[in-house]
């Protein structure tokens, strides 16, 4: 860590943490302890969102060894997907087209992302790839050897047993914080290492002996109240600092090893700091400290929220006929959960006031990788699909490299292969054979085999689609057990036989691949789904190349996909998802495809939202419906015996 703590910090004159008539912490010895387990309903908790700036022009900025200053964007086909700062300052954007953006800026640097190319088999940045749309097929594989190197190079900044990081996007990642945090509190103010009195951990924290914070470079959310500026800080303030120098060595980290610049958000959640990242860029930090929540929250209109920009947002404004957060800080949970039901009322009175308790989780795992494109002009003999059978292969395979397939630390147990004619879609499917490495070849050849049995079918030409993709993962063992802890034996090969029994689907009503099918059947569930069908998720996801990771993207993010979607109006249509750089059919494909995302990563939060939840707007009441004060108490009901007093400032500042 950079800042020693004289610098950081400056200390109170010293006197007994405990002295008669000194002021305490509202925090408890309990709400530091649980800080070093990551306790999702800790009020002091610290989450981090890391987001790259500019990041696909960053990457092709460093390769191309760019100046810093000179304007450039990243092409697709006639589109422009990421535009680096410079080049903003002439008001180019996503919207604009090559041509547009020339127009706008002459000496504009717009190099086109690397493809796959019908007949070569490896992607590459090619020069005329523009003009090759029927014959190449978009590779993101740079982008996602840069996200891998800075994940690694993240990893390798932060202390390995406290570390906590979660990859949200092929961009993005959020950390938590908290044990590291807690870590530094303990050294940096030894009397926090002290047993609490009567041995009692509700008992009140002594407050931080500093008088002051000094937050460097960051920006700091103002305040706009004289009376919460001046109150001293508390432990929830050191924490967030302490988070804010761990963030900025981060920062540095990625700058100095990979040449990249980030904006970061510091705050006690994930919603707050994914907020908090995007709110000064490129290059910049912010802290949203608790007593500033309501603050930020309020300069917002809730439809930037995550996860509230599309239907659900909308179904909100109809209801109550305003976009402003403050406004419906008015709105008790009775009267959102008379309108939008109990679960999504409950969960919108959270959001609004910057509760959000879903855990960072480092564990999230691809569970199936798809490789597709749709040709226009279509297709007509099987030499031309066994060429694009192996480009997908080629490309499956790399991702497959990066997760591990050659350690044996996993290994995909079935391929499909959709094969569209008209309006026919017919998909065979084949387990993947066990006992041998897999590699690239065996890969082709098995999608080579499940074509033939395809193309034996009468009118299967033209074709305008295939799409292939593995799934079914399973964890290997790395090191000694080697390949033969992918044998299978007994009843477990035979359910396996059975279940590779190829399946043929003649309805083109079928969807190429099993979300769609999944979000139905969690929007007839009812609840909150229904109102989330039109949305990205929130928090984050797994990997870059998979097909269904869990976690969630923000909605800032739903517009990678129009945009994507909009680009890509010219002849092929390859609609790749930003969250796990899926390669889908259609722009119906690619939003079935975010609704899954959506509806998944909603399930996961509200089941580690739920009983906090809960008791929140329990706590709330019905009859407290108006006037909510902002940041009201927010936070979880303090656990261990009944307090003694009214901690101080507990009626400004929230939790979440
Ligand atoms: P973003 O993080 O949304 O944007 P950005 O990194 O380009 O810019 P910012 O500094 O504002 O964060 O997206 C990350 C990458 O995802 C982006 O560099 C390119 C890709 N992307 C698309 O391919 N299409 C899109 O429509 C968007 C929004 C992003
Ligand atoms: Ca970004
Ligand atoms: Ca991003």
Known sequence: MSSSPQHTFRHRDSSPAGAPGRKRSQFTYRHLHQMATFNTSCPLRVIAHLDLDCFYAQVEMVRLGVPEDKPLAVQQWQGLIAINYPAREFGIGRHCTVTEAKKLCPELIHQHVATWREGLEKWAYHPDAAENIATDKVSLDPYRLESRRIMATIKGALPHKLQKVEKASIDEVFLDLSAQVHAALLERFPELANPPPYDDASEQLPMPSISALDWQADALVDLHDEDWEFDDPDWDDVALLVA???VRDVRAAIKNQLRYTCSAGIARNKLLSKLGSGYKKPNMQTVIRNRAVQRFLSDFKFTKIRNLGGKLGEQVKQAFGTESVSDLLSVSVEQFKLKLGDDTGVWIWNTLRGIDASEVSSGTQIKSMLSAKSFRPSISTMEQAARWLRIFAADIFSRLVEEGVLENKRRPRTMNLHHRHERQTRSRSSPIPLGRPLDEKTLFELAKNL????????????CVNLSLSVGGFEEGISGNMGIDAFLLKGDEARAHRDESKTSLAQDSRREAYQPTAKRRRMENSGGIQRFLTKREPSGAGGDTSD???????????????QT???????????????????NVESPEALQSHTDWHFAKDLQEEERVSQTFANRQAAAAGSS??????????????????PKKGAERGQSKLSFG
């Not at 074509?451 to 033209?462: F, G, K, M, Y």
């Open 547 to 561: 097909v269904m990771p869990a976690g969630g993207l923000p909605e800032e993010d739903l517009s990678h996909h």
């Open 624 to 641: 407290r419906a108006g006037g909510q004060k902002p940041g009201a108490p927010a936070g979880p009901k303090r656990p261990g015996r």
């Open 451 to 462: 074509l033939s049995q395809i193309v034996a079918e009468n009118d299967v030409w033209p």
């Open 244 to 246: 804010s120098e761990i």
């Open 564 to 582: 994507i979607t909009t680009h890509e109006q010219t002849p092929i249509t390859s609609h790749v998802c930003v969250r796990c750089n899926a």
